[in-house]
């Protein structure tokens, strides 16, 4: 049974950093893709950050400010967000796919971690 929890979350001030983390555990292939997404209220999901074996990618909002990636040792996929601004505030959700990311078949979703940020 595939199980994702994430951590980290807080409340912070314009221009902070947070760490999040993502453990899992269960049948998931390192290989395939897992990835960052988060929803504001109101607001679609919006895809954050994915990696898989063959790359890596980052929504344009966060492109130069939040890095995603894994220790394999830990079973946990990591996202580091610097320069955070009141935009993303959000519910941020760790999640798993049973492909690469190209597919974007995400079968498996963790409960999610809130971040605010104050101006």
């Known amino acids: 049974q595939v199980q994702l929890k994430e951590s980290g979350g807080d409340s912070v001030q314009a221009g902070g950093s947070l760490r999040l983390s993502c453990a899992f555990s269960g049948d998931i292939y390192t290989k395939f893709c897992m990835g960052w997404f988060r929803q504001a209220p109101g607001k679609a999901r919006e895809e954050i950050a994915l990696?898989?074996?063959?790359?890596?990618r980052y929504g344009d909002s966060v492109k130069g400010r939040f890095v995603i990636f894994k220790d394999y040792g830990k079973s946990t996929l990591y996202l580091q967000l610097n320069g955070l601004k009141p935009e993303d505030t959000a519910m941020y959700y760790c999640a798993a796919s049973v492909d690469y990311c190209e597919t974007r078949q995400f079968a498996y979703w963790g409960q999610g971690t809130q971040v605010t940020v104050s101006a």
């Open positions: 990696t898989d074996a063959d790359t890596t």
